[in-house]
């Protein structure tokens, strides 16, 4: 099948096919003679596997890790259990620090029961006051949607370098 098709069936964006070969996630598809990528059943199995693994909040680097172990399915996975067992607890900490967030906007939204003009909105008059706070008072800022984890890890004798993605 070509890339639209694979894009389709595995229901990818064509981009983000290409993204997770250019990523070494998804080995490159041999081309037909008229140039195009042709992919089979495995290419469709693999992205299959990658996406649900992203929709497990898995980092690419995650995914490369289990990858490995699916592509060499004789070895221990020890380290498969270890990896899961970090990200639940990354899992753990961000549901942790979302709470803390859900309490610190339902303690704004309380500043403003009751609708009137913007330039006496309490919700307004505490971000204002909160962003002109001394930081030492005001609480650490963090990303909008933050990813579930960050830093660094070790697996299998391999750094795995946390990074952000939108595929």
Sequence with gaps: MKIGELAT??????????????EGLLPQAPRS??????????????????????????TLDEIRVLLRF????????RDVNALLDEHIGH??????????????LKA??????????????????????AAGAPHAAA????PHVAR????NRVAQGTTVKRKASAA
């Design 9 to 22: 069936a595995t229901q990818t964006q064509v981009e983000t096919v290409r993204y997770y070969e250019r």
């Design 33 to 58: 003679e008229g140039n195009y990528r042709i992919y089979g059943p495995e290419h469709a199995e693999r992205l299959g596997f990658i996406r649900h693994c992203r929709s497990l909040d898995m």
């Design 70 to 77: 699916k592509d060499s399915p004789s070895e221990d996975c």
């Design 91 to 104: 899992v753990a900490a961000r549901i942790r620090e979302l709470r803390v967030l859900e309490k610190q």
């Design 108 to 129: 704004l939204r309380e500043q403003c029961v009751v609708a009137q003009d913007a330039g006496h909105c309490g919700i307004l008059s505490g971000l204002s006051h």
């Design 139 to 142: 609480p650490k800022a963090r």
């Design 148 to 151: 579930s984890h960050g830093g």
